[in-house]
C-alpha cells in the first residue's frame, strides 16, 4: 500500500471514530507501528489531525473552535441532532453526551426551551450556555484532554446521583450483536454510569458506524431505548436492530 492510501486510511478512520490507536491501524494495514507513527506524525503537521500518545484524534473533536470545517460528515450529525430535539419536552430534565454528534443537539437546541441539561463535556457546556431557557449543569471530575469531557471516580459518582429522563449519547463503535463499544477503559466506565443514570437512553450515531466494534463493551443494545441515525428508519441497513426492542428514528 502506498503512503499516500495508508494516510488516508487513517484519516478514513480518526474522523470516523474521532480516536484510533496506532497498535489497531497497524494490525488493520498490514504494517508497523513505526511506520504508522511517522504517517500520524506527518498528517499532524499537515494539520489533518492531532498526534496523541498511541494514537490520534480528530480535530473536530479536539475543539469546539474548528467545529464548522472539521466535523465529519457535520451534515449527516446535524440531521440526526435535528431527529433528538423533537424529544425533549418543557422542563424536562437531560444528559448530553460528548462528541460531535451531541454537540451539534447541543447547538440546535432552542435557546428558549425550558430544560434542565446535565453533562460531562466542555464543549457541550459551551453550547449549551448561550440557551438562556437551559439550566446548565455540570458533572465534574478529572477532564481528558482528549475528549474534554469528566472522567474517573468522580464523575461516575456524581452520575450515580442524579436521575434523568433521557440521556443523549455517542459511541465509538455500535453493533446489533455486540452492543456499543470503544477502545477508551475510562470512557466505557463513564457511559455505563450515564445510561445507569437515565430512564430512558437515546443512541445518536451516523450509519458508518453501525456494525463495527472494538474492545471494551459499554452497553448491550437492549440497554438502548432509541437509535437516531441520519437514515430513513426504514433503511434496510437497520434491519438487524429491528430485532431488539428499539424504538428506530
Known sequence: MLKEERQQTILSEVELHNRILLTDIADALDVSIDTVRRDVKELDAENKLKKVHGGAISLGFTSSSVRSDNIYRLEQKRKIAEKALDLLKPGGVIFVD????????????????????????????????????????????????????????????????????????????????????????????????????????????????????????????????TMITELNPENKLLDSFRNHDIRIL
Open 98 to 225: 460528548g462528541g460531535t454528534t451531541c454537540s451539534e443537539l447541543g447547538r440546535l437546541i432552542p435557546a428558549n426551551l425550558e430544560l434542565t441539561c446535565f453533562t460531562h463535556s466542555l464543549p457541550v457546556a459551551t453550547e449549551l450556555l448561550s440557551k438562556t431557557g437551559l439550566t446548565v449543569i455540570m458533572v465534574g471530575g478529572q477532564v481528558s484532554s482528549e475528549s474534554q469531557t469528566a472522567i474517573g471516580a468522580n464523575a461516575i459518582h456524581n452520575l450515580s446521583e442524579i436521575k434523568v429522563d433521557y440521556s443523549f449519547i455517542g459511541t465509538g463503535y455500535v453493533d446489533s450483536y455486540y452492543g456499543l463499544t470503544e477502545f477508551d477503559w475510562d470512557i466505557v466506565q463513564v457511559k455505563k454510569a450515564i445510561i445507569k443514570s437515565s430512564k430512558k437512553t437515546v443512541l445518536l450515531s451516523i450509519s458508518e458506524k453501525l456494525n463495527s466494534q472494538h474492545r471494551y463493551k459499554s452497553c448491550d443494545i437492549n440497554a438502548i431505548n
